[in-house]
């Protein structure tokens, strides 16, 4: 469960051009990661809409401004914010993200 938390947050960096800079800096820090703008703003879509707006935020600032670990940071939040993660990970999964490189 905890990989499948981890992936997510580093789906997060995916989003659209919202208007939104919190948003755009997961989606920039997602496509550089080789994810097409597409699937990473539907991830930051759901992202925005089931995290709470603080999480959201510090999320944006930590994985997509500061490019910090995504693995790091989730590790790093509370129990009832990865809990937050965990509830948009089926969201992502109706993304369409690229196979895992081998």
């Known amino acids: ?16 051009c919202s208007g939104n800079s919190d948003h755009k800096a997961l989606v920039t820090a997602c496509t550089a990661d080789g994810e097409s ?7 930051a879509d759901a992202m925005e809409a089931k995290l709470d707006p603080d ?3 510090r999320t944006a600032q930590s994985i997509g401004r500061e490019k910090r670990d995504v ?14 993660f965990a509830s948009v990970v089926t969201d992502m999964f109706t993304c369409k993200l690229s196979p895992p490189k081998s």
């Open 71 to 84: 693995e790091a940071f989730v590790t790093s939040l509370t129990g009832e914010e990865q809990m937050q």
């Open 1 to 16: 469960m905890r990989h499948i938390i981890l992936s997510v947050a580093a789906l997060t960096m995916l989003a659209s």
């Open 55 to 57: 999480l959201f935020k």
């Open 37 to 43: 703008a597409e699937t990473c703003s539907c991830i």
